[in-house]
């Protein structure tokens, strides 16, 4: 399984069989663990308070699906209390996974 460059979150195997409702939960999965390790690259001895969805949308494209997720985070320290939401772009084929245009593993 390969890693992300960034962060060094685990790349998704391939599922069996490229659904919207596969494609939908591996970028839900992966983006959830992207922001997860990019808070605790980012800040000391902070909290992840919480981490939800608040949209989700997905297009049929050639080959996949294209999966625009909008997770909202809020996160709290001594010092810091935060929260913030913006929406990623996955690429999702049956040749490769891709976030936000840029390829993070073929399959």
């Known amino acids: 399984m390969a890693t992300s460059p960034r962060y060094n979150v685990s790349v998704p195997a391939k599922p069996a069989n490229l659904t919207r409702e596969t494609a ?3 970028a839900k999965n992966f983006d959830r663990r992207y922001e997860r390790a990019r808070v605790n690259a980012t800040y000391d001895n ?3 308070d919480r ?3 608040r949209e989700v949308n997905v297009q049929r494209i050639d080959r996949g699906f294209e999966v625009t997720v909008r997770l909202y985070v809020q996160i709290s320290g001594e010092d810091l209390h935060a929260k913030w939401a913006y929406p990623t772009t996955y690429r ?3 040749r490769e996974f891709e976030r936000e245009g840029r ?3 073929c399959w």
Do not use: E
Request: charged content about 5%; aromatic content about 6%; overall charge negative.
């Open 92 to 94: 999702i084929t049956d």
């Open 24 to 26: 939908t939960a591996l």
């Open 51 to 53: 981490m939800s969805f």
């Open 103 to 105: 390829t993070l593993t």
């Open 46 to 48: 902070v909290t992840v």
